[in-house]
């Protein structure tokens, strides 16, 4: 069966970091993109950033261009979301995808960030 499961969000004050997790089961992590998104209250979900299956080429979105990294650790089947200089406009459900050509894809539940004083 598969899982893909995130965790780490919370509330952090504005200028603080979280590190977000993504933990895959049930199918060949190494097969599939990670894409990590973000819906906002009031807003459509949003693609974030992107990890390739080797881990060798992300891609992020302007809004959180040098402030968030995506990583993966194949031997874990996990991906990661660290996020710093967090503003208060990156408040919302992120949630993990993974995707596959040809395999379909899967996505998790999500985990709440709310950034606030």
């Known amino acids: 069966q598969v899982h893909l499961v995130e965790s780490g969000g919370g509330l952090v004050q504005p200028g603080g970091s979280l590190r977000l997790s993504c933990a895959a089961s049930?199918?060949?992590?190494?097969?599939?993109?990670i894409s990590w998104y973000r819906q906002a209250p009031g807003n459509e979900r949003e693609s974030i950033a992107s990890?390739?299956?080797?881990?060798?080429?992300?891609f992020y979105a302007d809004s959180v261009k040098g402030r968030f990294t995506i990583s993966r650790d194949n031997a874990k089947n996990m991906a990661y979301l660290q996020m710093d200089k967090l503003k208060p406009e990156d408040t919302g459900v992120y949630s993990c995808?993974?995707?596959?050509?040809?395999?379909?894809?899967?996505w998790g539940k999500g985990t709440l960030v709310t950034v606030s004083s």
């Open positions: 995808k993974a995707v596959s050509s040809g395999r379909g894809d899967y």
């Open positions: 049930g199918f060949t992590f190494t097969n599939y993109i």
């Open positions: 990890i390739t299956r080797t881990g060798e080429s992300t």
